[in-house]
């Protein structure tokens, strides 16, 4: 039964990246709702699934048209209106208090941080990703012997201004590795079998757990020093990913490390390990955890998932995410979610009689903004 429980708080959306400013039609505007490499196979659209619903129902009143409209007629009408005004008109009906983006992932084809921030006239602030900027000083011409120091130096220079670091772990070599610092010697001997494979291919795609290893303790540090999170890709995501060794579960020597350096580590995504993140969050001091994108791709479903994320973890720890890329649209849609799926939890709490208004509303509060400004230095 609804109550009076109001979920209207602007929220700190703490890992999103920038939107396209390109006129996409059909097939361009269905690869960003894709976690695929590939396309719908042919006879079928990605729209025949939930998120193309939500984006139909949801989406199509933003652009003037009329709710759950056919697919096309959408894609045409967003090409009409041109993508600078699409993409204003979605990010600045988010209620965002302000945005936490991710730059390390195909910048090149997305709005940077300040363009970000002028379309959703909203703070917008950077994080850094570990591993795309081992990737960016390898393609420099830096020797192995070097790379080290030439990694940590880079790192925190690109960090200067940011209010965390992110790391791709999981993807690009699971947890499952030894979570120690490596040697030196090792890591300029894997600097330079990684070098010698990539030369003359002009990629420099780092996979080497030792590489990794470095980049983590290296980040770490850094995260140490500066008091900012260390965000960790956890779970659902692009293809490259081996699911089954992905269970945050597996992470606890690095997290417990951090743990002892005050460095907090906040579980991005987690799906289908929500449950094990929220674990996470009671045992460990720094684990904070979100269910970002998996609200956007389980549309009507999403409320049960943030359901299970708040089945015993703290609401002390869980941060509002969305996850989004590419498109305006999943900007829109994940605030829209996670606002509808925290009232529907929070008045079945409420029916129930386990917390008072006031509970819910300092949970709303927390998870809204609180949180968040607790672990991250904004201004
Ligand atoms: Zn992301």
Redesign the pocket.
Known sequence: MPTDLSIDLPLIDH???GVSPAELDFAAFQALFSESYRPAPPGTTEFQKPLGLAIRRFCAPMLDLEPSCPAETYVERRLALGAAEVNRRFLRACGLDSLLI?TG?RSSSILAVDAMAEAAARPAHEIVRIESVAEEVAKSGVSAAAFPEAFADRLAERAASAVGL?TIVAYRCTFKIDQTAPARDAVVTAADAWFKASQGTGKYRLSDPTIVRHGLWVGGELCRQRKFPMQV?VGF?DPDVYMHACDPSHFTDFIAAMEKWEVPITL??NYPFQREAAWLSEVFQNVYYDV??ILNYAAPMSADILGEALEMGKFSKLLY?S?A?GLSELYYLGALLFRRGLKKCLDRWLAEDFCSLADAEELVRLVATENARRIYPMQ
């Open positions: 890992h999103c990246h991710d992932h992110k890709h995501g991005l995504h970002g994108v995410s996850d890329f």
